[in-house]
């Protein structure tokens, strides 16, 4: 074996074994070049996912970013409008079945079109795309009745329909078993009582996928989720919630009173809600990390480009080993999310339970969204701190992803019960 090893002769400089090498690609380190690696042309992307992603990348540059800076100054984005106008390009219906109006695709074209959705020049926008596509559908697709699916998910999938997801409550975020809304039943209807806090898309929803309590008992297995029209008697949207980011996304408080509406509108079987819920996590995690990729990777690059023509004490910024090397590493944690994210679509497309790797990449992103546009923030110094740069909307809305779709924490007791080392005596999903 040594010997074996022995025997390939290796350049001065080039670590590839003359056999391998032999002077084809390079004589000394100066001149090693190999293929331009791209990045974003994974193994779980073929070419019908990079068409995919060129299509939207376009509607992005003419139909989202020139407006982004005007929907983040109002305070909300014109959803029925550009929905409509995603919802005809097909981009809301990528893997839900053609019957339904969906391109019919597997699920890594969904995160394939997360990932584009990072070139959005803002968080608030992507986030509101994903709740219609990816966070309020999924239980319905899969679990939703034939009658529930033509009136919700038909039109959701056109962008005829905004569409919402009713988890979170005043007094229940993290612990969402914890949940106090209620439907009782009341003959063949169902009569909701409650209410609902920091709702994205909220304000403009035609629907919700609410949660609630349809029974007493355990709770994991006394929620339903329904169809709520957000058009009949007994619902109140309250307010748009000020916020320090995300700021073109509109974040609503909902008050439920006795509103009343056929119980046939429930998704699949009544006590599944909780279950059907953690289903629709997994995907909203998935999503949470793709979509943030490429807006952490142009940080880094507009950060290296404002660098390099910025000079102090005699030289570039950027020509400080302190800064450079401090985005290479950010590069470097931006490429190991991509590849668990990667990893995870792979396995879910397998049918694997990806729980586990699911919180795992969305408690990295996470960390990564505070740290990279934080670590950024600080190379471009006083301007970083301006509202003029996307960095500094970046820093704002970034800091959301250690928090919304389940707090880090949350994320951590998941992976912590997986590897079988959270508290045996405490109660926790
Ligand atoms: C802009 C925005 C948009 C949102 N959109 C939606 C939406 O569309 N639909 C929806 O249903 N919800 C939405 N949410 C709600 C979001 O999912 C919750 O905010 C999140 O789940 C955390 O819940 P909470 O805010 O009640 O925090 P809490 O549950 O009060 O937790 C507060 C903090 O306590 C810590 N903590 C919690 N549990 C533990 C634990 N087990 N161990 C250790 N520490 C812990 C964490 O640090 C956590 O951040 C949104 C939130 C925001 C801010």
New binding site residues.
């Given amino acids: 074996m040594a010997a074996a090893f022995r025997k390939l002769r290796f350049s001065r400089f080039c670590f590839l074994p003359r056999s391998i090498c032999a002077g084809k690609y390079c004589k000394t380190a100066s001149n090693v070049r190999f293929e331009p690696y791209e990045s974003t042309h994974e193994s779980i992307y073929s070419q019908e996912h990079t068409e995919l992603r060129t299509s939207l990348h376009k509607f992005i540059e003419k139909e989202i970013n020139p407006f982004v800076d005007e929907w983040e100054n109002a305070k909300r984005f014109p959803a029925h409008e550009l929905f409509k106008k995603l919802g005809s390009a097909g981009f809301f219906g990528v893997n839900k079945p053609t019957k339904y109006g969906g391109l019919g695709l597997d699920y890594s074209f969904s995160v394939a079109m997360a990932e584009e959705l990072g070139s959005i020049t803002c968080g608030g926008v992507p986030?509101a795309i994903g709740?219609q596509a990816d966070?309020a559908t999924p239980a319905l697709v899969n679990y939703g009745s034939e009658e529930l699916k033509q009136q919700f998910l038909v039109p959701t999938i056109a962008g005829d329909f905004v569409a919402?997801?009713?988890?979170?409550e005043s007094g229940?975020?993290?612990?969402v078993a914890s949940i106090r809304t209620t439907a009782v039943k009341k003959g063949d209807d169902y009569v909701i009582n409650g209410s609902?806090?920091?709702?994205?898309?909220?304000l403009q929803a035609d629907w919700i996928c609410l949660l609630a309590n349809t029974s007493e008992g355990h709770p994991h297995r006394n929620k339903s989720l329904i169809c709520v029209p957000m058009n009949i008697p007994g619902i109140q949207r309250a307010r748009n919630?000020s916020?320090i980011g995300?700021h073109s996304?509109d974040?609503a408080e909902l008050f439920f009173e006795d509103v009343r509406l056929p119980q046939s509108f429930r998704i699949g079987q009544e006590g599944m809600g909780f279950a059907y819920q953690m289903f629709q996590f997994v995907e909203e995690r998935i999503f949470a990390g793709a979509s943030v990729l490429l807006s952490f990777e142009r940080l880094i690059k507009e950060t290296a480009a404002y660098c390099a023509q910025r000079k102090a004490f005699g030289k570039s910024i950027l020509d400080n080993q302190y800064v450079h090397f401090r985005l290479a590493e950010l590069q470097t944690e931006v490429e190991l999310l991509r590849s668990i994210i990667y990893r995870t679509t792979d396995l879910y497309l397998k049918g694997k339970d990806v729980n586990q790797l699911a919180s795992m990449l969305k408690l990295k992103a996470g960390r990564l969204g505070r740290e990279v546009p934080d670590a950024c923030l600080q190379f471009w110094g006083g301007m970083g701190y301006t509202s003029d740069v996307e960095v500094s909307r970046a820093y704002r809305d970034s800091r959301?992803l250690?928090?919304?779709?389940?707090?880090?924490?949350?994320m951590?007791?998941i992976i912590c019960k997986y590897m079988g080392t959270f508290p045996k005596d405490q109660t926790?999903l």
């Fill in positions: 986030m709740v966070m919402c997801l009713g988890v979170s229940a975020g993290s612990d609902k806090l920091w709702i994205t898309n909220g919630i916020k995300m996304s974040t959301l250690s928090i919304g779709g389940g707090a880090d924490e949350v951590l007791s926790f």
